[in-house]
Nanobody
Framework: QVQLQESGPGLVKPSQTLSLTCTVSGGSVTSDYYYWSWIRQPPGKELKWMGAMAYSGHTYYAPHLQGRTSISRDTSKNQFTLELRSVTPEDTAVYYC??????????????????WGQGIQVTVSS
C-alpha cells in the first residue's frame, strides 16, 4: 500500500519561499497513470488543489497560483516537491500531498485521491 509523508518547515517568513517534500513509499512517482498533487487547507476553509505532477513528469497548476508555484520530483529518492514563492500570511494552511489515478484540478471529494499524507501545518508569520 502506498504511503505519503510530507516534510518541510512549519514556519516561514513573509516573502520567503516555502519548500515542501512528499516522500512516497510502497509505490513509484513514475508509475503509469498516477497523478501526484499538492492540496492545502487554510484555517476554517475547504481543501484547495494547488497543482500536480503526472507520471510523465508534466505539471499542472491552479490558475491563481500559476507563476508562484513549482512542482518537481526526484525519482532517485521517490519524492516530489512543492515550491511556493513570495508567501504571505494567506498561505498559512495545512499542506497535503496526495495521489490519484485520474487527473483532478479540484477537490470535490477527498476520496477521489486514493492516498494522502498526514498533512503538515505551515504558518507564514514574521
Amino acid at each position: 500500500q502506498v504511503q505519503l509523508q510530507e516534510s518541510g518547515p512549519g514556519l516561514v517568513k513573509p516573502s520567503q519561499t516555502l519548500s515542501l517534500t512528499c516522500t512516497v513509499s510502497g509505490g513509484s512517482v513514475t508509475s503509469d497513470y498516477y497523478y501526484w498533487s499538492w492540496i492545502r487547507q487554510p484555517p476554517g476553509k475547504e481543501l484547495k488543489w494547488m497543482g500536480a505532477m503526472a507520471y510523465s513528469g508534466h505539471t499542472y497548476y491552479a490558475p491563481h497560483l500559476q507563476g508562484r508555484t513549482s512542482i518537481s520530483r526526484d525519482t532517485s529518492k521517490n519524492q516530489f516537491t512543492l515550491e511556493l514563492r513570495s508567501v504571505t500570511p494567506e498561505d498559512t494552511a495545512v499542506y497535503y500531498c496526495a495521489r490519484s489515478s485520474r487527473f483532478y484540478n479540484e477537490v470535490h471529494n477527498a476520496a477521489d485521491f486514493d492516498s494522502w499524507g498526514q498533512g503538515i501545518q505551515v504558518t507564514v508569520s514574521s
